[in-house]
DNA sequence: TTACCTGCAAACAGTTTGCAGGCCG
DNA sequence: CGGCCTGCAAACTGTTTGCAGGTAA
């Protein structure tokens, strides 16, 4: 799940970071490696930041927010919005797509991917004659386990 | 447009607030004319507020805020995030759906709906043991004439 | 009359920014 | 060594809340 042919995501950022005059510093790295540690989950800056702070009682709440959003930039990273205001992150190396299942119960996501309305998304853009770029899709509802508590 | 087999909004949010125990005052009234005035838009409270102090100058910007999250409750609007972090909302009677496509370049929004989409939603949440309750899609491109320009 | 509601201002949460010193390239 | 980057704290933005007076039912 590493996407390894197309480099490391630190690969990746270096690539980024040296093309845009940038550096690569040790926070960054550390960031980086600790959003990228495991898969499947959404992290809003606040969640990464305590999680840093362990490992690093000096990094600061304002590099974070600055990686996570540079992250973003680079394709290491996409941008959530569940509904609730908080922004979130998820790692996303650029090849790899899928949309969110949200339990409105207990909070739950998972991914989800259909190739025929992803289809669909870009027939009905084109059809208001939109090229479509990107786009996001939440379907909320109650997951199975909750169902049965009621 | 306005949906009169069901009521108008002001009988559809006065039965909403009878039954609560709430009251329908002056301003929730100004409010929920301003708002329903015209229709697809999608206004930010900010947006609301400064409309609304043309035609009062006393009312307050908290009482705007109040006032769309009654009505949002009330299934009289409907909450959007584009992706920026501005709340936004839409005039919404609960029988009506569509989704967004955005143009990334001018900010335009169109109202899109596909049914065959709308299905594959469902089915989709069901094969994961969901049950859907709801969902947001929004399509992000450039529009024909923003193509034009480059 | 009695909740409920309002406007105001202060409080809040999440995020951004200015700055002085630190570090990558 | 120079410019980019960092941590800190203050500033900001959008939104919520406590309160004292006002008003619908």
Do not use: W
């Amino acid at each position: 799940m590493q996407n390894n042919y197309l480099g490391s995501p630190e690969e990746k950022l270096a690539g980024y970071l040296s093309r845009k005059g940038m550096k690569l510093t040790s926070q960054r790295r550390l960031i980086l490696a600790e959003f990228y540690r495991g898969t499947e989950h959404h992290l809003s800056a606040e969640d990464l930041y305590q999680k840093l702070r362990v490992l690093d009682s000096s990094i600061g709440q304002a590099t974070v927010y600055r990686t996570l959003k540079l992250m973003r930039d680079a394709g290491l990273a996409r941008e959530l919005h569940f509904g609730d205001d908080v922004t979130r992150f998820e790692p996303y190396l650029n090849t790899i797509h899928h949309d969110h299942l949200i339990c409105e119960e207990c909070g739950k996501t998972v991914p989800v991917l259909d190739e025929h309305i992803e289809r669909l998304q870009s027939e009905l853009a084109e059809q208001h004659g939109f090229k479509l770029t990107s786009h996001r899709m939440y379907l909320y509802g109650i997951c199975l386990e909750c169902m049965e508590k009621k």
